[in-house]
């Protein structure tokens, strides 16, 4: 790949200022579920490189999926003929030039994000098709084995089973070259619990798993805990419409935060004032209990990696440091602007320019604080709400941070006992959930691009 793209930037550089190659090499094998049979089995292994220009500050972009001298040809050729018809952009500070410390130590390598084990899965020619399927075998017995009372059924609807090895290469010609591979795994199963009686009520429940590593995943616990959220939900209750504390678990906080809090704390819409927290810097904007930090290093992230999409050395950045704000997600275009560094989280595929993103977005209490268990959450509220996820966190407004969602297997709190409710939504701003954090839990987890323990607020509209 490397010799291939090589090629690519001393052709590039014949006729522009600077070039950059981006390349991207991915095997990944993936089973679907529908009820207990495989619906469907892919083997897809597949490249692609990313080709950017600069003449005279003007940018041109172009990409192909093809390692043929004709199609590399193509690309760079399409990429000098956009950049020489696009406008000139003065806050482009040049591609990404090795930084001193790099060049001395070279990257350092994030821990435990390579797994021998699922590249053997891989590359075995049936028998990783096998293997996957017994792993998702393992959830449907998992999802028997939980215990339910008589007259309740549980069926599976769907499910499914990944696991991918993923390489990246960065070239340019200010002095770049590096490359970062890493492996993941991913399961989960969406469970349907049924009661045999007038009410024909049927409650859905869904848990999965993503790791780097395939031992780090109980496949028969996804399984189970799909089970015990769906038959736990059976038998909601009507609740009154109102402001009450309200406990967000893990699942909850990502889906709301992937759609409004991550977005709000992307340089590229705080520079566009697409932001509540423009010209907030060094500004109280969460309960002084919450620190949170992106962090690309994290041992075992699902998004930890040596460098960003512009080859930049991965970090840890505090975003919110006791409540207050303290920084923004840059990659360098956006860190120029604003005349500081980037924080290495560029994000891109080989198909599109980089943005600055989250990687490990973790939410930490403060130091010396305590952590509280489930338990401990829910104890002391006399009248409340437990969410497990949300749905419609899509629709939020990343602008106001607004945002209106369905209650997806909540429950209702009462003097620290729960019990399933049925038919809640919630409304509120998340600035506001944001300086509601009262309790943080005990049950970290990552899910997707977020890590976070369950939070427990003070005050949310829920609305019956």
């Given amino acids: ?16 200022d600077q070039a950059e190659i981006y390349g991207e090499r991915s095997d990944v094998l993936s089973i679907d579920l529908e009820r207990e049979e495989v619906k469907k089995v892919k083997h897809i292994k597949s490249t692609g490189i990313g080709v950017r220009v600069v003449i005279s500050n003007k940018i ?29 952009d003065n806050y482009f500070p040049g591609l990404s030039a090795p930084m001193a410390e790099t060049s001395k130590q070279g990257y350092k390598e994030p821990e435990k994000t390579f797994d021998r084990r699922i590249v ?21 017995t998992g999802m028997k084995e939980h215990k339910v009372k008589k007259g309740v059924r549980c069926t599976p609807t769907e499910g499914g089973f990944a696991a991918g090895f993923d390489e990246t290469f960065i070239l340019n010609s200010e002095g770049i070259e590096t490359r970062d591979a890493g492996t993941y795994v991913s399961a989960g199963i969406a469970v349907v619990a049924s009661e045999d009686s007038s009410s024909g009520e049927e409650i859905s429940g869904y848990e999965s798993k993503v790791s780097r590593m395939l031992g780090d995943i109980d496949f ?49 819409n705080v520079q566009r004032k697409q932001s ?44 919110v ?32 320019l980089p943005a600055p993103g989250a990687t490990n977005f973790i939410v930490q209490e403060r130091a010396g604080s305590d952590r509280a268990s489930k338990a401990e959450l829910i104890g002391d509220i006399r009248e409340g709400l437990f969410i497990n996820d949300v749905i419609g966190a899509h629709t939020a407004s990343r602008a106001s941070g ?60 829920v609305i019956a």
């Fill in 1 to 16: 790949m490397l010799d291939f793209m090589h090629k690519g930037l001393k052709l590039a550089l014949k006729s522009c």
């Fill in 60 to 88: 041109g972009f172009s990409y192909t999926t093809a390692l043929e001298k004709v199609k590399i040809e193509e690309c760079v050729a399409h990429a000098l003929k956009q950049a020489r018809v696009s406008e000139r």
């Fill in 120 to 140: 053997a899965l891989l590359s075995s020619v049936e028998g990783g098709s096998e293997d996957a399927i017994a792993y998702c075998k393992e959830m449907l």
């Fill in 220 to 268: 028969g616990w996804i399984g189970r805990e799909a089970v015990k959220i769906a038959v736990d939900s059976l038998g909601g209750k009507q609740l009154k419409t109102m402001q009450l504390p309200v406990v967000f678990a893990p699942k909850a906080v990502q889906s709301l935060f992937a759609y409004t809090l991550i977005p709000q704390l992307s340089a590229e």
């Fill in 276 to 319: 509540p927290y423009h010209g907030k810097k060094g500004v109280p904007i969460a309960s002084e209990i919450i620190t949170i930090v992106d962090d690309a290093t994290m041992p075992s992230g699902v998004n930890s990696r040596k460098m960003d999409g512009e080859g930049v050395p991965s970090q840890l950045t505090t975003i």
């Fill in 321 to 352: 440091d006791k409540g207050v704000l303290r920084n923004f997600l840059y990659d360098s275009y956006t860190a120029n602007k604003d005349h500081v560094e980037s924080t290495g989280n560029a994000l891109r595929g080989f198909d599109s």
């Fill in 402 to 461: 607004d945002f209106s969602v369905v209650a997806q297997n909540a429950f209702g709190i009462k003097n620290g006992d729960l019990f399933p409710v049925k038919g809640v939504m919630i409304a509120g701003n998340m600035q506001e959930i944001l300086n509601h954090v009262e309790m943080i839990g005990d049950d970290t987890r990552q899910i997707y691009n977020v890590v976070s323990p369950s939070l427990m607020v003070s005050k949310v509209q």
